[in-house]
């Protein structure tokens, strides 16, 4: 009784002290963005930053080039480090970078095809910005989209040995030399698909950098053995399809609203829908680095048929995310048009009943991430597949109609009903059930 006390305690202060290295980061993250992102769009202006998260939100789509694979190792990495199996282990993180390599060169296939594409009748902005200009800033995002999807398992490897405080300090570095790049290029009067590109090369490069510890642990073998491939994606290509289905929900569930917003709003909407987004839904950053560090635990803990240790973590962890992010909807409700006001210097204004919508969706949203992370967790997708891919048809509809009347506070409404109904009570629901089922044996 006692080891297991150590054992459990022991993995609550490495889960806390990576926990507190996440926010560390990303709170260096907002820190920087709040310094950035004034000077990038009073230089920029309204139209060509607006264009720029246009881009960005559009090309999530190059995410799918890993076809699902990095959540599904992920998994397989961490019941292997669950087992102590470390040829297992070096077996699926040595593959997951002989798959990456194959992403860079889809991504080089694709590029002509992308550079046929007329982005700027796509994005419905032809005469606001150059077609030459739009061009080379949607080819720089989507060659940068590319590298980062290929070294996505470097990430993984970590995660699953719950070491992911070593991917946060490189993440660390690489965020403050962005920072001074960003500036730099702002300064030299350089042109937005140089700012896209300065803004994310340092995080790919910190990726690459971290391959040097990840070889020194013992992680990865190099080279990895071809021969060994076809085991490889027998074993991970079924779940993976699933995780690469609901990758492509979420990429047109992200680029919805600022679709709609571009074609029948403008781009300004875009720009004032992005600000009042990283305004609202700024916790959701460092929830959004808490929750991979208990995929992993959450996987482990499942694989040991612990389902006690689960609950006993879960439910105060949703508690604490809803009363935060309660709290800070209300504020944000209250004080947001002056905050706003006051970081962008007049710039631009985003209205309260917006920022006031963005606030029950990022409650919501809040408890939507601690469901897909313990489902993804466990592998269980079909449900999760259902019911994003409802939630994009809600949104979708339901966004551009009401987008016709009430502008972008329709497009938030559209968004936040879509995900409360269609995803997150049918999700829950799902949660519940597996965590009511009994004990089983790992």
Not at 128 to 142: S, W
Not at 288 to 307: M, Q, S
Request: proline share 4%.
């Amino acid at each position: 009784m006692n080891t297991v006390r150590r054992h459990f305690g022991s993995q609550a202060r490495l889960l806390a002290s990576q926990s507190l290295s996440a926010l560390i980061t990303q709170g260096l993250r907002v820190g920087i963005a709040l310094l950035i992102i004034p000077i990038t769009l009073t230089y920029l202006g309204k139209e060509r930053y607006g264009l720029w998260m246009l881009t960005l939100s559009t090309l999530s789509f190059i995410g799918l080039l890993d076809a699902g694979l990095a959540p599904t190792l992920k998994n397989k990495m961490a019941e292997s480090y669950a087992r102590q199996d470390e040829p297992e282990f070096r077996h699926y993180a040595s593959g997951g970078l002989l798959l990456g390599c194959v992403a860079v060169l889809l991504g080089l296939l694709l590029l002509p095809l992308i550079n046929l594409v007329d982005w700027s009748a796509f994005y419905g902005v032809t005469g606001q910005v150059p077609r030459a200009e739009v061009q080379r800033l949607t080819l720089a995002c989507f060659s940068i989209s590319v590298l980062s999807v290929a070294l996505s398992s470097v990430d993984a490897m970590f995660a699953a040995r719950m070491l992911l405080g070593t991917v946060y300090l490189y993440n660390s570095v690489a965020l403050v030399a962005g920072a001074a790049a960003v500036l730099t290029a702002v300064h030299l009067h350089a042109g937005v698909a140089v700012l896209a590109i300065t803004a994310s090369a340092p995080q790919i490069v910190a990726r690459i950098a971290l391959l040097v510890p990840a070889h020194r642990r013992g992680m990865i073998q190099v080279p990895a053995s071809s021969r060994s491939m076809r085991s490889l994606l027998r074993s991970v290509v079924p779940n993976s399809a699933s995780f690469l289905g609901i990758k492509c929900i979420e990429v047109l569930i992200g680029a919805l609203p600022n679709l709609i917003a571009s074609r029948l709003a403008g781009l300004s909407a875009v720009a004032i829908l992005a600000v009042g987004m990283r305004v609202t839904l700024l916790p959701l950053i460092f929830l959004a680095a808490i929750v991979p560090v208990f995929w992993p635990a959450f996987t482990i803990a499942w694989a040991k048929g612990d389902l006690e240790h689960i609950r006993k973590q879960y439910v105060p962890l949703v508690g604490v995310t809803v009363s935060l992010l309660g709290l800070y909807a209300v504020a944000s409700i209250l004080i947001g048009p002056m905050i706003v006001n006051l970081w962008l210097h007049g710039a631009l204004f985003v209205p309260r009943p917006i920022l006031g919508i963005l606030g029950i969706w990022l409650v919501l949203q809040g408890i939507a991430h601690w469901v897909s992370t313990f489902l993804h967790s466990i592998t269980d997708l079909r449900s999760q597949l259902i019911c994003y891919t409802a939630q994009a048809l809600v949104a979708g509809v339901l966004g551009a109609t009401l987008c016709a009347s009430y502008g972008l506070l329709g497009i938030t409404i559209g968004m936040t009903v879509a995900l409360a109904l269609a995803n997150l009570a049918p999700l829950g629901w799902r949660v519940y059930s597996k965590l009511s089922e009994s004990p089983r044996r790992g």
